[in-house]
């Protein structure tokens, strides 16, 4: 399986931070340049992307004990397999760091999507920084 993984140092605290991936998971924030809205539909977040794309992310987990959100999206185009985390990690001089890691098949796919998610990664990592809860 490929994966694609980001992770770096926030501004914000650790409690901020999940504020928003929390938000995030019930479709209450809008990130990435890629996407023109998303909403909620029971367990999912429905994504709207530029070309009229819309790609059902279903929340698998989402944890605020552990600052942990887990989704899948099964319609994924060109995939098999799509399920991603984002996490929250307290660190041990009170920072805290964010983590994105995104499982895909075929895990060619991962190599063609990389430079796709490392700008929806700054996006995302501007996003949690910029949150005042």
Known sequence: ???IHHEATLTVPADVAWDFLDRYTRA???IFSAC???RRKDDHRVVTLIDGTELWERNVTVDPQRKR???????????????AEMRVLTDDDGTATLLW????????LA???SDTYAVMFS??????NGHRP
């Open 1 to 3: 399986m490929g994966t």
């Open 69 to 83: 959100a887990v989704y899948a999206i099964p319609g994924f185009p060109g995939a098999e397999h799509h399920q």
């Open 123 to 128: 996006e995302l990592l501007t996003a949690v």
């Open 101 to 108: 890691t995104t499982d895909i098949l075929p895990h060619e």
């Open 28 to 30: 209450e924030v809008h």
């Open 36 to 38: 023109v809205s998303e």
């Open 111 to 113: 190599t063609h999507l």
